[in-house]
């Protein structure tokens, strides 16, 4: 109280701060002028209600689970394009090498090849020479390593680019 | 007088904290109106001043860390609280605020309102414009010393300057409002509408 006292005396009486007593009580009775009552009711209620309401908060977990983030429309929108394009992806990873009528396209493209060779086409080969001279329709397949390896019911996957003939009279001997 | 009333503001505090609604009760009602009205004279507005008491109170209890009452009194951390959310307020839209100001003091004129409250309502208008004039750093000082009587010392510690600081600001702010108001103070308290009267 005392300090109080010195710095308003130190203040009122020090010829920097004011000109003349009467002209600063002048200012403050002017000052004075302009009286603020007390506070409104409606913000008690609103202060009495924003205590309550932060005393009886939900757990984090509570709040959490009832939690919604506005997102606009275009950013949704997007996303959802997004998610839908990766989950095409995905389906088609799972799902390669749909065979096309032109077998060599299937073939140069690394993907597989079901050949819908029969038995008796599937068996021709150097191994065999007593059908060398037997008009076969056979696909065989040369890799870039030169090997020659003949498709049958099961599916080759090949690694390079091969050299495809398909019909035909094949002869090994010449071939080579 | 109840128990509670006795109660220092920290006890308020701490039980408040834990829940006792009596306990804040009692704090608000012993500090709401200086902070209150050191938010309306700051601003010239009641509902922001409302808003910054509501968030003064609040964050209390929200960021009780905040508040150390070795260092300051609850009041002087409610004043620079209200102080921060104001200044905050003066840089996010010093234009609107300034707008509001102005809105507000339009005098309400009926017909049958005896003269005298006319002439005071005008005398307050001007002394609102003539703080609205001032920058928020003066104003301060000078709300916190002239209306809330506050020392030197104790304002000191609620702006975050020094004592030398406030009394520079309080001189010129002072400075300032005796150049806004001069025609009040050297010629009496006569206001434009007494002095047009006389004129006509």
Redesign the interface.
């Known amino acids: 109280m005392q300090d109080e006292q010195n710095d308003k005396g130190d203040l009122l009486g020090s010829d920097s701060i004011r000109s003349t007593g009467d002209e600063d009580e002048r200012l403050r009775s002017l000052l004075r002028t302009w009286q603020v009552f007390g506070t409104p009711s409606s913000l008690d209620t609103r202060v009495i209600t924003a205590y309550r309401r932060r005393l009886h908060r939900p757990p984090i977990w509570q709040r959490m689970l009832t939690a919604t983030i506005p997102v606009p429309a275009p950013v949704a929108l997007v996303f959802m394009m997004l998610l839908l394009a990766s989950a095409l992806l995905a389906i088609r990873e799972q799902h390669p090498a749909v065979l096309h009528s032109d077998p060599a396209a299937a073939i140069t493209n690394g993907g597989s090849l079901k050949a819908p060779a029969t038995e008796d086409h599937a068996t021709a080969g150097p191994t065999h020479p007593q059908m060398q001279k037997k008009q076969i329709y056979v696909v065989f397949l040369q890799t870039d390593q030169g090997t020659i390896q003949a498709l049958t019911e099961s599916d080759y996957r090949l690694n390079s680019s091969p050299k495809i003939y398909v019909g035909g009279h094949f002869n090994p001997s010449t071939e080579r | 007088m109840d128990a509670i009333d006795q109660d220092a503001d920290e006890i308020l505090l701490e039980r408040?904290r834990c829940?006792d609604?009596t306990a804040?009760?009692r704090l608000?009602e012993r500090h709401?109106?200086p902070t209150?009205?050191f938010a309306?004279?700051m601003l010239g507005s009641?509902e922001p001043a409302?808003d910054i008491?509501?968030d003064c109170?609040?964050s209390l209890?929200?960021h009780p860390e905040r508040f150390d009452p070795t260092r300051a009194s609850l009041q002087t951390y409610l004043y620079a609280a209200a102080r921060n959310l104001a200044l905050k307020r003066f840089r996010r839209s010093e234009k609107e605020v300034a707008g509001q100001v102005l809105a507000d003091t339009e005098p309400s004129v009926a017909a049958d309102e005896p003269l005298r409250r006319l002439l005071?309502a005008e005398?307050?208008d001007e002394?609102?414009n003539a703080?609205a004039q001032m920058s928020p750093l003066q104003r301060e000082v000078?709300v916190l010393?002239?209306?809330e009587e506050q020392?030197?010392?104790?304002i000191a510690a609620i702006v975050a300057a020094d004592?030398g600081t406030v009394?520079s600001r309080?001189?010129r702010g002072?400075e300032s409002?005796?150049r806004e108001?001069a025609r009040?103070?050297n010629g009496g308290?006569s206001t434009r509408r007494e002095k047009a009267n006389h004129a006509g």
């Open positions: 408040a829940g609604e804040f009760l608000y709401k109106d209150f009205r309306y004279r009641q409302e008491t509501q109170f609040l209890i929200h005071a005398l307050t002394v609102r703080l000078v010393f002239e209306y020392s030197l010392t104790e004592v009394k309080l001189y002072r409002l005796r108001l009040y103070l308290m």
